[in-house]
């Protein structure tokens, strides 16, 4: 299990340095400095094995945090560990910064203390570790409210405590779909894949257990056969693989595709999916360049808008890269605002807002420096972000029943609000 | 107010100045001065000097100031044990506390403090715990189990706690059970017998089972990696288990699914492979281990390294998703290379012209491993799926033209490959590759353009100008380009014999007299002997048909993959190597897959055919070896030492066959086996004992003995360097001793950088100053480094002081026998000797013990020995032989009484050994 584990600023100096395990040393906190964050370059994995003792390492913005075992542990809990503890900081004190990390050293090893025992990761929920990892110290608890913490922390529900009440229950359902696409210049699709994760905002009233209906060709052939006929449509979804929150009962999903959990308070994210067929991809870029000689070089890059007329894409840009000895460019588009960037190697162009079936242009004159270098340059990938109000996967929320027998309130009080969201991931076609 | 400003103060005065505030009266000061302490504490500072200050600020009501205090306790307590003591009584107050969060604070903090008398106090309290009624009680105390077997195992065995912990498994909680599983599976893994302490049965695996759906994700980590220990009864029994995992498959964490993914490949084994269970198994398992991509880049790596393994145990599972592992620009590179492994892997005929066109994309990119791999990857595509083979060659065509250096290099060793498979079919491109002789300045790339040279020497027309421009550099090369251009230039001499004897002749002579490399002077020599005495044998072996290299390269061996797919997830999966090569002391419990039962036969069968696939395989390496240095594809190397021997015998054959043409080597020959002859007949050298274990040594272990050489005394010692810095400005002394030894000369032992070892061996005199020890070949050793100085005491085997003139003439001998007090002769028996009366005699003689005189008395051997010490006291001895009995009377006289158990200790040692 994890022997240690530190958080280093950028220069390597320790922050928070909690020892678990008599196996590690002191000189561990030095080892990872040494040959590691001071040998940047040279390291290419997040696993390093040092002298028989293995750190995992990840970054956040310029904070390392490294954990350390001698043992063979589970790699993929480390890391999802250290990930899940960054979500704790963050959740506590915002962005994990120096700064953040030196003011909050004492609540950090408080944390610490809480989230691993000898090394083995305990509970990570944000939400409960805030009721009793305070800051204050809990001096003036009662009897019963330290048993409802504790029963709370090793519960079965340990991600939501009892006697939540709400004068309006209330619910929202983001539908989050980034599409990743890779095309080759001519136009075809190399790979597509929408990951995609629902988002809940839940404000309700004492423990409801929801039931959740989506388009997934599983769950809906389930039900077709069940007798609902008339619920079976032809938008139905091939979904190649789901994963769910704590919350959501895996074993009736697996058994009767159902998805019904009783959701932690507050925001969390319901599920995560993954499509792979029939996507609608928002954007088509088509990429034209043309070396001109040996200083010259002329781009086109042209963005046509596939989805319905009345819908509005937004924070639309297009990241064009321009080779390293670029001297000037020439620009000319539509709409929009253009403009090269130096710094960054790549032509930038914005647009707000870009309605559906509509197209648009940019054209490019980029002049060269003459380098006697013989390496051609790479043409890395047109890079694409948007956002677009549907779900590129042709994903449906097709219910959300909330049932909650103890108090008096039935689903049709509850108010329940649903949006789409499609955003780019990595959108790129090569040219 | 921010906490920032603790890690801010260096002010010389600061512990005087801390310790007064955490005396003071005022709550808020004192807990100011705790959090500086802890702050200095983190930054690496010594503050344990205010240990007993801060230890006063333990009985507070206040969770926050206790929890700091009890951190510090934790850092420091170590090496403060009687201090320690101190806290035993507020933490046993604190386990009876009606907060539960404070009694679980308490035996957790408890636990981790390793003070023997302090863990004594932790039983009582920690029973109590076991059973509270507070589930977050309970969990921690089994943790703290775990904690306790780590400090002492037998205690956690004699104070029952195995069995509370047992019964923990059964508990109402989900979370206690997780915890207690995760206690009980490191106990087992600990334990020094490698058998289990606690085997699971099935009612147990039932009740986990039912605490995975609702314990928390960590808890479900536990329970999967524990599961993943059992061993199912039969198949049913597997089967049902695999039915309760699958949806675990689905859930968010990595860990989950990556722990439930090893359960069921273990499983997987015991069912017949073409059960529709398992296919139906196998299809589920790819869509949540393409999921594993979307995930965030460190686990992604994980999961790469894990599919890796995955797809070689069975290739099934992702054969159509080989879209997924495109390489995406902005991945990381370590992302990007196990991709690129497993895009090789997953090729096959119907993907190869996808894989062909990224390939090529990632050949242009900038960072130069992946470049490297892409290149390398292309050649592997041709060799792999023959139909594209073609298409391979002319992409690396095209690459080879960019001129880009690393590219060419990379390409050239890569043909080489393609033309082992596929031999007389690209030689086309030869011309191509020629022209870039030049640019190639890795050994690799250079070894392996001269093996294409060598290997068709016949159709280049300059091949002998070519190999002659490599000849005037041959000593800076690399032993590697050395060994490859000597077996080229002998090809070209074997196919074109009339214009390039010159040649040969001048590179067999750079390989056999102007170079210190065995292996090229072994290979030049094997190769002047062939040729000289029968060039027709000269051909058949050097020019011998090379076997074709087969597919699959860079596949683990089935063994070890069968090992690591029990480990799954784990550290070892992401090595690729098993934990013993990474873990320290894990002596125990080997992980392999189950198998059928009743199909055992047949699973060894199989995976022998596997090995066999692997290249190359052995027996059919000698042609390899004699043209080949180059690996092609790691495996080589682990296959070479099967090759060797024959190698060896075939030369030996040559060797002894012929007439002694080469007097030279014959007589160089001799002179090998006459070392070795008098080297096996040497002075009995104890074995290595640790003198200084690591531990104590702050990670510098050394481990030693005593020789006699050149009637010097040596100690002959290793240092290990286990610490994670370097070691250097050694330095030894001796203290006085019996015999008064002194080292001869400064311990020259240089640098050694971490995870190194270092022989050396220390000549000693016995001229130095004398003082009596008890007992007598007691030394005690100083030696200092940049570390430390360290203190070991160490016992000298007697007869490293006999010396070589200790053989007394028989006169003497009986005089001296008579003349020493009988009051002075100690007899002896040793038991068990095997040898007789001569094999005695020559065994100590090899140990400057001489033997006077012989008789043979009443069917009993005499023999009489002495022998000398460098301080000039003599010893004599008398033993007494009956053949067939093993017992053997020994009779030692000597002025110097003290000696005689030491003698008859190493008479002991000596005819045992």
Redesign the interface.
């Known amino acids: 299990?994890i022997g240690g584990l530190f958080i280093y600023n950028h220069k390597g100096?320790?922050?928070?340095?909690?020892?678990?395990?008599?196996?590690i040393g002191?000189?561990?906190?030095?080892?990872f400095r040494v040959n590691v964050i001071h040998a940047r370059q040279q390291v290419?994995?997040?696993?390093t094995?040092?002298?028989?003792?293995?750190f995992?390492h990840?970054k956040r913005s310029n904070i390392w945090l490294a954990a350390v075992?001698?043992?063979?542990?589970?790699?993929?809990?480390v890391?999802?560990?250290?990930?899940k503890m960054c979500d704790v900081m963050a959740a506590y004190f915002g962005k994990i910064s120096e700064?953040n990390v030196?003011?909050?050293?004492?609540l950090i090893?408080?944390l610490l203390?809480e989230l691993l025992?000898?090394g083995?990761?305990?509970?990570?929920?944000t939400g409960i570790l805030k009721t009793?990892i305070t800051?204050q110290?809990?001096?003036s608890t009662s009897?019963e409210e330290?048993?409802a913490?504790?029963?709370q922390?090793?519960?079965?529900i340990?991600w939501r405590r009892e006697g939540i009440k709400y004068r309006r229950n209330e619910l929202f359902l983001d539908v989050l779909e980034y599409v990743n696409l890779?095309m080759s210049p001519q136009g075809q699709v190399?790979?597509a894949?929408v990951?995609g994760k629902v988002v809940m905002k839940s404000y309700l009233s004492g423990m409801p257990e929801c039931k959740f209906g989506i388009n997934d060709k599983i769950v809906v052939d389930a039900k077709g056969k069940s007798g609902e006929e008339t619920s079976r449509t032809k938008s139905s979804i091939a979904i190649?693989?789901?994963?769910?929150?704590?919350c959501v009962?895996?074993?009736k999903?697996?058994t009767e595709h159902a998805i019904s959990f009783i959701p932690p308070d507050g925001e969390y994210?319901l599920?995560?999916y993954?499509t792979t067929k029939d996507i609608s991809l928002p954007f088509r870029v088509i990429p034209l360049v043309r070396e001109v000689g040996r200083t010259k070089l002329e781009v086109k890059v042209v963005i046509k808008s596939n989805f319905k007329p009345s819908l509005l894409a937004q924070k639309i840009e297009v990241r064009i890269p321009t080779p390293l000895n670029t001297s000037g460019v020439q620009l000319i588009c539509m709409k929009g605002k253009a403009k090269y960037k130096a710094s960054e190697n790549a032509i930038v162009w914005k647009i707000k807002r870009m309605a559906g079936m509509k197209e648009s242009q940019i054209s490019a004159e980029i002049e060269l420096l003459q380098t006697d270098s013989?390496?051609?340059w790479?043409?890395?990938?047109i890079?694409m972000n948007f956002e677009v109000p549907f779900a590129p996967s042709g994903f449906k929320v097709r219910y959300l029943k909330v049932f909650e027998p103890k108090l008096n309130y039935s689903d049709h009080d509850v108010i329940k609000w649903v949006r789409y969201i499609g955003r780019s991931g990595?959108y790129?076609t090569?040219c | 107010m921010?906490?920032?400003k603790?890690?801010t103060t260096t002010k010389k005065g600061e512990i005087f100045e801390l310790k007064s505030e955490l005396n003071s009266d005022k709550k808020e000061k004192k807990r100011e001065a705790v959090?500086k302490v802890?702050?200095s504490m983190?930054?690496?500072k010594d503050v344990s000097a205010l240990f007993p200050d801060v230890a006063n600020c333990m009985q507070t009501?206040?969770?926050?100031l206790k929890?700091?205090v009890y951190?510090y306790l934790m850092?420091y307590a170590k090496s403060q044990p009687d201090m320690a003591i101190m806290a035993v009584n507020t933490f046993v107050k604190d386990c009876e506390d009606?907060?539960?969060?404070i009694r679980?604070?308490a035996v957790?903090t408890m636990?981790?403090i390793?003070v023997d008398k302090i863990t004594e106090y932790l039983c009582e309290p920690l029973r109590k715990c076991l059973k509270d009624d507070?589930?977050?009680?309970r969990?921690?105390a089994a943790?703290?189990v775990?904690?306790l077997h780590?400090i002492n195992a037998a205690l956690v065995e004699e104070q029952g706690f195995l069995d509370s912990l047992k019964d923990l498994l059964s508990d109402s909680?989900?979370?206690?059970v997780a915890?207690a599983v995760?206690a009980l599976s490191?106990i087992n893994e600990a334990s020094a017998t490698g058998r289990p302490l606690i085997e699971m049965n099935a009612p147990t695996i039932n009740k986990l089972l039912t605490a995975l759906?609702?314990c928390?994700?960590?808890g479900q980590?536990?329970i999967l990696?524990s599961l993943s220990n059992y061993t199912p009864k039969d198949e049913r029994e597997a089967q049902s288990i695999c039915e309760?995992i699958?949806?675990?498959l689905?859930?968010?964490?990595?860990?989950v699914?990556?722990?439930a993914v090893k359960v069921l490949m273990k499983y997987m084994e015991m069912m017949g492979q073409d059960a529709e269970f398992v296919v139906s198994l196998s299809k589920k398992l790819a869509?949540?281990l393409?999921?594993l991509l979307?995930s965030?880049?460190?686990?992604q790596?994980?999961?790469l390294r894990n599919i890796n393994l995955i797809i070689q145990k069975r290739p099934d599972i992702l054969k159509h998703e080989m879209?997924?592992f495109?390489v995406?620009?902005?991945d990381p590179?370590?992302v990007k290379?196990e991709k690129l492994d497993i895009m090789i892997r997953l090729a096959s005929q119907n993907n190869i012209a996808?894989v062909l066109s990224?390939l090529k994309?990632y050949a242009?990119?900038?960072d130069v491993?992946f470049v490297r791999k892409s290149v390398r990857a292309i050649g592997r595509c041709a060799i792999k799926v023959e139909q594209s083979a073609e298409r391979c060659v002319s992409t690396l065509l095209d690459l080879i033209q960019?001129?880009?250096n690393y590219v060419v290099q990379e390409a050239i060793v890569v043909i080489k490959d393609i033309f082992r498979k596929y031999p007389n079919k690209y030689e086309s491109i030869i011309a191509t590759l020629c022209e870039n002789l030049d640019t190639l300045d890795e050994p690799e790339a250079r070894a392996s353009m001269i093996w294409i040279i060598g290997e068709y020497a016949e159709r280049i027309d300059n091949a002998d100008e070519l190999l002659e421009s490599f000849l005037d550099s041959f000593q800076d090369e690399n032993t590697q380009v050395q060994l490859q251009l000597l077996t080229a230039i002998v090809k070209l001499f074997l196919k074109r014999p009339t214009d390039t004897q010159e040649l040969v002749q001048q590179v067999l002579s750079l390989a056999t007299q102007d170079s210190d490399n065995p292996d090229l002077r072994d290979r030049g020599f094997i190769y002047w002997r062939l040729l000289s005495t029968d060039p027709a044998a000269a051909k058949e072996v050097v020019l011998a048909e090379k076997p074709l290299i087969s597919e699959e390269t860079d596949l683990i061996e089935p063994t070890l993959l069968d090992e690591l797919i029990c480990?799954i997830?784990?550290?070892?999966?992401?090595?690729h190597k098993p934990?013993t090569a990474?873990?320290?002391g894990?002596g125990g419990l080997k992980r392999a897959l189950p198998s059928r039962s009743g199909e055992e036969d047949a699973s060894v069968m199989a995976t022998g055919g596997a090995s066999a696939s692997v290249i190359p395989e052995p027996g059919s390496l000698i042609g390899d070896l004699l043209s080949m240095d180059i690996g092609g594809g790691g495996s080589t190397a682990g296959a070479g030492g099967t090759g060797n021997v024959d190698i060896l015998g075939g030369g030996l054959d040559i060797l002894g066959g012929t007439a002694p043409s080469a007097p030279s080597t014959n007589s160089l020959l001799g002179d090998i086996f006459g070392l070795s002859g008098t080297s096996s007949t040497t002075f009995h050298i104890p074995p290595k004992q640790v003198w200084l274990p690591a531990p104590k040594g702050k990670g510098m272990e050394i481990s030693g003995t005593f020789s006699r050489k050149n009637g010097q005394i040596h100690m002959v010692l290793t240092f290990s360097n286990?610490?994670?810095?370097p070691m250097n400005q050694f330095a030894v002394q001796l203290n006085k001793n019996s015999f008064g030894l002194i080292p001869a000369q400064a311990l020259n032992v240089p640098n050694i950088p971490?995870?190194q070892s270092l022989d050396i061996s220390l000549p000693l005199n016995t001229n130095g100053p004398v003082q009596k020890m008890e007992p007598l070949t007691n030394l005690q050793v100083a030696i200092k480094n940049n570390i430390d100085v360290f203190y070991f005491a160490c016992v000298m085997p007697i007869h490293v002081f006999f010396t070589e003139d200790g053989n007394m003439e028989k006169k003497v001998f009986l005089a001296t026998w008579k003349d020493i007090p009988s009051a002075n002769e100690v007899q002896f028996t040793l038991e068990n000797i095997e040898c007789n009366a001569d094999g005695v005699s020559t065994k100590m003689n090899q140990n400057n013990v001489f033997t006077v005189a012989k008789r043979h008395l009443e069917g009993q051997d005499m023999v009489y020995q002495s022998m000398k010490f460098t301080n000039d006291v003599w010893a004599l001895a008398e033993l007494k032989i009956q053949p067939g009995n093993p017992s053997v009377t020994l009779a030692i006289k000597s002025r110097a009484l003290d000696v005689c158990h030491s003698i008859f200790a190493i008479y002991d040692t000596i005819l045992h050994n």
């Open positions: 299990m100096e320790v922050l928070i340095s909690r020892v678990y395990r008599d196996d002191r000189n561990a906190v030095d080892a290419r994995s997040p696993v094995n040092i002298a028989r003792t293995s995992f990840i075992t001698k043992q063979n542990v589970n790699a993929a809990m890391f999802e560990f250290l990930l700064e030196k003011n909050n050293f004492v090893y408080e203390d025992d000898f083995y990761p305990q509970n990570t929920d009793f800051q110290g809990i001096k009897r330290q048993t913490i504790t029963s922390v090793t519960g079965q340990g890779l190399l790979s894949h990951a190649d693989d789901c994963q769910f929150h704590q009962k895996l074993s999903f697996e994210e599920m995560r993954r013989k390496k051609k790479t043409r890395p990938p890079s990595l790129e090569r | 921010t906490d920032s603790y890690f959090k802890i702050a983190t930054v690496g009501d206040n969770l926050e929890k700091l951190l850092n009606p907060n539960p969060l679980a604070l957790r636990g981790c390793r507070d589930p977050y009680v969990k921690t943790v703290s775990a904690k780590d909680n989900p979370m206690v915890n995760a490191e759906n609702e928390t994700e960590w980590v536990f990696d309760r699958t949806p675990r689905a859930h968010a964490n990595a860990a699914v990556l722990s869509p949540p393409v999921t979307s965030e880049p460190e686990v790596y994980v999961a879209k997924v495109f995406k620009y902005n590179i370590y290379l996808q990224e994309e242009t990119e900038v491993d960019t001129k880009v480990h997830a784990s550290l070892a999966s992401v090595y934990p990474f873990v320290e894990t286990k610490a994670m810095q971490p995870n």
